[in-house]
């Protein structure tokens, strides 16, 4: 079954204590991304990544980390987590239309993630 | 700045239609996606427009004015399992491939 899997899907943890939530995708696509969601505010895009050693900033990358060693892997790292990253995390992953132009993208089931 | 509109909240009855528009102001465009979310779940694609005109696909239709910066999704024949949150999303230009999304509508659909 083509998807895109996430973990963990709840954690809870306390500020300053590194943590790494993995996505993991099996439709060879491209393009893999990171998005957290909080009410009011929609989904925000932290980090993404065109293909295997490529990754860029999105709109609110401060506290995040990530790598794209394996075309299949995109973790999210964050090394001193605070509860302003208490939120949703989504990853997603998209085949890449064209050089300029992404296609629809497929969301992992999201990671509630709590830091007190 | 980069900004995407949409109303927060609505409410329609089962069979009927409604419109959920979203009006952007974004660096370039590329694309607008519509994606459908429902409570606590991932969201799912919809809908994809380039160019200006209507999308048709079964119930849901999309429209796009790249001039105007504005879309609508239109949803007919509306069932209670289409109660959910509607995100607007649009691809920024300029080589970033960079999704934008809207804060979403959530839409209740009442008997």
């Known amino acids: 079954e083509a998807q895109v899997t996430q973990n963990p899907r709840y954690l809870i943890t306390v500020t300053g204590k590194k943590l790494t939530v993995t996505c993991s995708q099996n439709?060879?696509?491209?393009?893999m991304s990171w998005y957290r969601q909080d009410p009011g505010l929609g989904l925000r895009q932290i980090y993404y990544?065109?293909?295997?050693?490529?990754?860029d900033k999105g709109d609110v990358p401060e506290g995040y980390k990530v790598s794209r060693k394996e075309k299949r892997n995109f973790p999210l790292i964050l090394e001193s987590p605070s509860p302003n990253q208490t939120s949703l995390y989504f990853c997603?992953?998209?085949?890449?239309?064209?050089?300029?132009?992404?296609?629809?993208?497929?969301f992992g089931p999201g990671t509630r993630l709590t830091v007190t | 700045g980069q900004n995407i509109d949409q109303p927060t909240e609505m409410t329609a009855t089962e069979g009927a239609i409604v419109q959920i528009n979203c009006t952007y102001q974004?660096?370039?465009?590329?694309?607008l996606f519509w994606y459908q979310q429902h409570a606590g779940e991932a969201p799912t694609f919809l809908s994809y427009?380039?160019?200006?005109g209507l999308e048709e696909k079964g119930r849901f239709s999309s429209f796009l004015s790249r001039s105007k910066g504005y879309s609508y999704l239109l949803l007919k024949e509306l069932q209670m399992k289409d109660s959910a949150s509607y995100l607007c999303?649009?691809?920024?230009?300029?080589?970033?491939?960079?999704?934008?999304f809207g804060a979403g509508t959530r839409l209740a659909v009442h008997p």
């Open positions: 997603a992953s998209s085949p890449i239309a064209t050089k300029t132009r992404l296609s629809e993208q497929y």
């Open positions: 439709m060879n696509h491209e393009y």
């Open positions: 990544s065109m293909n295997v050693e490529v990754t």
């Open positions: 974004t660096s370039g465009f590329n694309g």
């Open positions: 427009n380039v160019l200006d």
């Open positions: 999303a649009v691809e920024s230009a300029g080589g970033y491939n960079k999704l934008i």
